[in-house]
């Protein structure tokens, strides 16, 4: 007799219907097609899987998906998700898919002397790229490094230095370097503690296995230690942020800008002797556009609006966020934040942007400057453990940035994930980050003692991300540290 009659059999997988929604046009399924009944145990890889099957989107080559559930990232099975939320299995599921941010996957660092204080790069796709139009060599990707040993450095994708700035003896900076942006393949400004602000004319030879930087123009006008610049290629324009809450307009060309003040150029107040030896630079000395004070504390970012350069955004450790019409150099909307700023981004949003504001506080504040915005506080980014330095915004989409703090980490961030805020955060729309970047030099420490501050020895002072080059950072550890996506469409 069969001892197996009589007992149940196998229990049926449990499933869990579905309902597939996109805010994507070109990701729409056909009608018909958004409920299913999935497996209880499939993950977003699965998940990813069924969504780029034939009999859904059909899709030529497969499409990474990551899937929200009420403004929050899926991370876990759908199974686990319920039990997570004290859900019956006869719940439908409501997943929205949206394309996947791809992991950031460490590749190189490049070592310097001192403390790395900003980064920016070039590439066919980058700002100052697509700026030098014709004159961008294709291949000639540089990274651009600050440094507080008052030097810059460009970096082939080999990580060897091709050039280096000449020390304050041949022209140089004199202090520390806080701030340098490319304005062309050819053109670099740059910016720090000598309240200066230098244009340098860059070329490399034939081989481009070595370069020259030149300088070409020294701009006076701040008193104080200058904290950032932004640049804009095509008006020549450039934006400084100073700590005495100065706001700086200047200009690259020689011809149009206005003489420096007399005062502030080095040997000024020095007898005609001695200004002979010091006078050793042979750029020309040039001063502001416009000189402005709109902040009641030191000014820690000012940027251009990057669909307008006649607008530009600041950020205040006196806790505003303001708009200013460069044309007339007034200030058309401020808004008033909890903390001290010390970091700003502008992410494209439709016609308009939203602004990305690193606090001390240890979380980025998402604004909208509009001055008819119905609220002005958009969500705030939480999850780092210091105060957050640096920020940049993602080339490929308008949905995602990447943060440094000084706690040693970049974060990157996706706008689409957003969560009620608790009471002990103060309620609003709350995002986490969905990747976290460590320091390279901090991994290759956990050995030994670990230091109860955050990021102690590995802060990370600038950031830059390009689709060439993905993740760019620099910091305290003296390094350059590369991070690219890749491989995001792998089992789970």
């Known amino acids: 007799m069969d001892s197996s009659m009589g007992q149940p059999g196998p229990a049926e997988p449990q499933q869990i219907r579905v309902n597939f929604t996109t805010t994507s046009p070109d990701l729409q399924l056909p009608e018909g097609r958004t409920q299913l009944l999935v497996p209880a145990d499939i993950k977003r890889y699965g998940l990813s899987r ?39 299995a006869e719940t439908t599921i409501t997943l929205q898919y949206v394309r996947s941010l791809i992991p950031p996957v460490y590749q190189a660092s490049f070592e310097h002397d001192d403390w790395v204080s900003d980064v920016d790069v070039l590439s066919e796709s980058s700002r100052a ?19 507080y040993d008052g030097l810059l450095r460009i970096w082939n994708n080999a990580g060897n230095v091709i050039a280096t700035s000449p020390s304050s003896s041949l022209g140089g ?40 930087l030149k300088p070409s123009l020294e701009l006076y006008g701040h008193k104080a230690c200058i904290e950032s610049i932004d640049v804009h290629g095509p008006t020549g324009r450039v934006l400084s942020a100073a700590s005495d809450g100065s706001i700086g307009l200047w200009t690259t060309s020689k011809s149009s800008a206005p003489a420096a003040p007399a005062t502030l150029v080095p040997g000024a107040n020095a007898a005609s002797s001695k200004k002979r030896k010091i006078a050793s630079s042979t750029a020309a000395q040039r001063g502001p556009l416009s000189l402005t004070q709109p902040h009641a504390s030191a000014a820690s970012a000012a ?9 530009a955004y600041t950020a ?31 992410l494209r949003r439709g016609s308009g942007v939203l602004l990305a504001a690193g606090t001390s506080a240890r979380h980025v504040t998402v604004a909208d400057p509009r001055v008819n915005a119905a609220a002005t506080s958009v969500m705030t980014l939480r999850g780092h453990r210091n105060m957050v330095g640096c920020l940049a915004a993602s080339p ?24 009620a805020g608790t009471k002990a955060e103060g309620g609003g729309g709350v995002s986490e980050s969905v990747y976290v970047i460590e320091r390279e030099s901090l991994k290759a420490q956990k050995g030994g003692a670990r230091s109860d501050v955050p990021g102690r020895g590995a802060k990370v002072f600038g950031v830059a991300w390009n689709r060439i080059w993905g993740i760019v950072s620099g910091g305290e550890d003296k390094m350059v540290q590369i991070n690219r996506g890749r491989d995001l469409f792998a089992g789970e």
């Open 50 to 88: 069924v969504l780029n099957s034939e009999s859904m989107l059909n899709t030529s080559s497969p499409i990474p998906f990551d899937f929200l559930i009420n403004g929050s990232f899926l991370r876990t099975s759908l199974e686990d998700y319920l039990k997570a939320n004290g859900l019956s």
């Open 129 to 147: 790229g697509v700026w030098s139009g014709d004159k961008f060599a294709t291949g000639q990707d540089r990274i651009l490094s600050a440094s």
């Open 173 to 212: 900076h004199s202090a520390s370097v806080k701030s340098a942006k490319f304005l062309s393949a050819t053109q670099i400004a740059s910016a720090g503690l000598d309240r200066t602000v230098r244009i340098w004319k860059y070329s490399e030879a034939d081989d481009h296995l070595s370069g020259t």
């Open 303 to 311: 940027i251009f609006d990057p669909s307008d350069a006649t607008v």
């Open 316 to 346: 205040s450790q006196d806790h505003t966020l303001r708009t200013l019409d460069l044309t007339t150099a007034k200030v058309e909307n401020v808004i008033t934040t909890a903390h001290p700023l010390l970091s700003l981004c502008a």
């Open 396 to 419: 490929d989409n308008d949905y995602s940035l990447v943060s440094g703090s000084h706690d040693g980490t970049c974060r990157v961030w996706d706008l689409r994930s957003v969560r």
